[in-house]
């Protein structure tokens, strides 16, 4: 395993070797702080050394590492070198194989971190830079801290330890595969590494909103006025702009939601929402269908081969999952919410959220631009093939082929035909039996629609 992904040491110099090998420079001006500061283990003076670094596709961090040489204690964490995200991120990896224990991860105190088929979660804490298998190791090595306390104190709760820990051996050499790690951030500041040969469901990330309780948990306070909802009764007339207060998710500021209904020809009505707060500046647009949940799912297949197609009308709904095969591209479902555009538009944004979170420049900026990222050379190589291709299909000159598979049936894409009631030579419509995982995912393997009324009158007479 590479020394770029192993997991923070316990020594000063293994912190600046990691820093330097993320991109900072070591020649020139200095770039560690010593601090004089308080040894919480035996209250001497030790040393804290803070260290500015950038995270590939992520942002800058600091990374610490204290020192005390009266009791050799020592400690090592890192902090987000900004503030709070307006959006609070979820990510989530599919281990398939043993490289993907390299995977660069970066937990801040505000994160939670859970192996999903371990069924063990770390809760907010330390901040680490570290990777998956530093993360599965430090939990491995934490619940075997006590075990022998607790096989004579409580030997039922040491035999499910020891289970779990059995499991997270084989799981880190390999036997276990495959099985999910994900971190659920409400700050936005934790982050796990992508691949660009990453396909749909290997790794994810999502944006959300945070809940009242997690901006309080936060420090962050509602400032807004209560201010007059719209009246639920209210028709809402189509293509007419609705405008209603609303807080700023990022800045808890008072703000306005635009909300227009459109109908889409031979397909159905949606709810454009537009977001902006004049204090922060946060923005952001969202689409909405509604309507009952269809019995299948659906999947749209459409070939692209000229500009002519780029301009075609496409809803990809916050459910579907997005996949173009030459250009070696995958959205997961939720990673972009909702949108309304054009073919053209759906790859431009998809393009310039990556470009920006990999080499925070410009998609359209110049090699000059960007030459000073911190990614390895082989791995920027992979990412500007990558980018390289995407152009292309942007301004027409390569085809390619848009796969949206929606288990809500949500999604929709533009026909060309002369007749709507025609198939269009360049795409085809099929729909689908839906996964047990969709149906999990979605929330409908337990959902109940009917006798539930008989279910609600036997559960109160038992309960008498």
């Known amino acids: 395993m590479s020394d770029q992904f192993k997991p ?156 779990i820990i059995a499991k997270g051996k084989k799981m880190l050499a390999g036997e276990a595969f495959p099985f999910r790690v994900c971190i659920d951030d409400p700050a936005g500041n934790s982050f796990i590494a992508p691949d660009p040969r990453d396909g749909v469901g290997k790794w994810e990330k999502h944006e959300f909103l945070r809940t009242a309780e997690q901006n309080a948990a936060l420090g962050l306070t509602d400032t807004a006025g209560p201010g007059d909802d719209l009246d639920a009764d209210r028709n809402i007339v189509p293509d007419q702009i609705y405008q209603f207060p609303a807080s700023c998710p990022g800045c808890m500021h008072p703000c306005t939601t635009n909300m227009k209904m459109v109908d889409i020809p031979h397909f159905r009505q949606v709810v454009i929402m537009n977001t902006s707060c004049d204090d922060c500046g946060y923005k952001s647009n969202d689409v909405k269908t509604g309507g009952e949940i269809p019995e299948k799912g659906k999947k749209v297949t459409l070939k692209v081969k000229n500009k002519e197609d780029l301009a075609r009308d496409i809803l990809k709904s916050e459910s579907c999952a997005l996949e173009c095969p030459e250009l070696s591209l995958s959205v997961n479902p939720g990673t972009l919410g909702g949108r309304f555009t054009t073919v053209e538009g759906l790859l431009t944004q998809v ?111 038992a309960d008498q």
């Not at 991860?105 to 859970?114: I, L, Y």
């Not at 085809?428 to 929330?443: I, K, P, S, W």
Request: with cysteine.
């Open 351 to 461: 393009r310039d959220d990556l470009h920006n979170q990999i080499f925070e420049a410009n998609a359209d900026a110049g090699v000059e631009a960007r030459k000073n990222d911190s990614l390895a050379a082989e791995e920027k190589m992979r990412w500007e093939e990558f980018f390289d291709g995407l152009n292309a299909a942007i301004a027409g000159d390569k085809e390619f082929t848009i796969v949206l598979t929606d288990p809500l049936a949500s999604s929709y894409v533009q026909s060309m035909a002369e007749n709507p009631n025609e198939p269009d030579d360049q795409m085809t419509v099929e729909e689908y039996e839906r996964t047990a995982e969709e149906e999990e995912d979605l929330g409908l393997a337990d959902m109940k629609t009917e006798g539930y009324e008989e279910d609600a009158q036997r559960e109160a007479e």
């Open 8 to 163: 923070i040491g316990q020594t000063v110099e293994q912190v600046e070797k990691a820093a330097s090998i993320n991109g900072v420079p070591e020649d020139g001006e200095k770039m560690v702080e010593e601090i004089e500061s308080l040894c919480m283990n035996c209250e001497e003076n030790g040393t804290t050394r803070l260290f500015l670094t950038k995270i590939p596709f992520f942002r800058e961090i600091i990374i610490m590492s204290f020192d005390c040489p009266h009791c050799g204690f020592h400690n090592n964490e890192i902090q987000p070198a900004g503030t709070f995200q307006l959006k609070g991120a979820y990510y989530e990896l599919r281990l398939t194989a043993m490289p993907d224990f390299e995977r660069q991860v970066v937990k801040s105190d505000t994160a939670t971190v859970k192996f999903i088929e371990l069924d063990v979660e770390v809760p907010a804490g330390k901040g680490q830079l570290t990777n998956v298998e530093g993360l599965l190791t430090t939990i491995i090595s934490d619940l075997e801290f006590d075990q022998e306390k607790r096989k004579k104190e409580t030997p039922e709760v040491a035999d499910k330890v020891e289970e």
